[in-house]
């Protein structure tokens, strides 16, 4: 059983940027592929990013490639989405999740968090 706590979701202007950060409870966090996610009101489930249990391989939505960085930190138990040039039309809750073979599906994962509140302004 994993259990992820998100934080660091808030309001910020147009080309801004947010560090936001996923905490894991349970030993057998760094066994786990992690993902974020993103959920505008109305709209689907959309993946961001994952990143492989060691953090030695990551892969990302075409649409945040070069402005978004996802990291981990197995000894803390947490994984972290860097959020550069932030656009209006990202705003959603952003969700971490955690699967055993995780990709960018979300029915491959098992795990979610809560969400956080991402607002980009214009």
């Known amino acids: 059983q994993v259990q992820l706590v998100e934080s660091g979701g808030g309001l910020v202007q147009a080309g801004g940027s947010l560090r936001l950060s996923c905490a894991a409870s349970?030993?057998?966090?760094?066994?786990?592929?992690m993902g974020w996610f993103r959920q505008a009101p109305g709209k689907e489930r959309d993946f961001v990013a994952t990143?492989?249990?060691?953090?030695?391989?990551?892969y990302y939505a075409d649409s945040v490639k070069g402005r978004f960085t996802i990291s981990r930190d197995n000894a803390k138990n947490t994984v972290y989405l860097s959020m550069n040039s932030l656009k209006p039309e990202e705003t959603a809750a952003y969700y971490c999740?955690?699967?055993?073979?995780?990709?960018?599906?979300?029915?491959?994962?098992?795990?979610w968090g809560q969400g956080t509140q991402v607002t980009v302004s214009s």
């Open positions: 990143i492989s249990w060691s953090g030695g391989g990551t």
């Open positions: 349970g030993r057998t966090f760094s066994s786990y592929n």
């Open positions: 999740a955690a699967a055993r073979y995780g990709g960018p599906k979300a029915n491959d994962y098992d795990y």
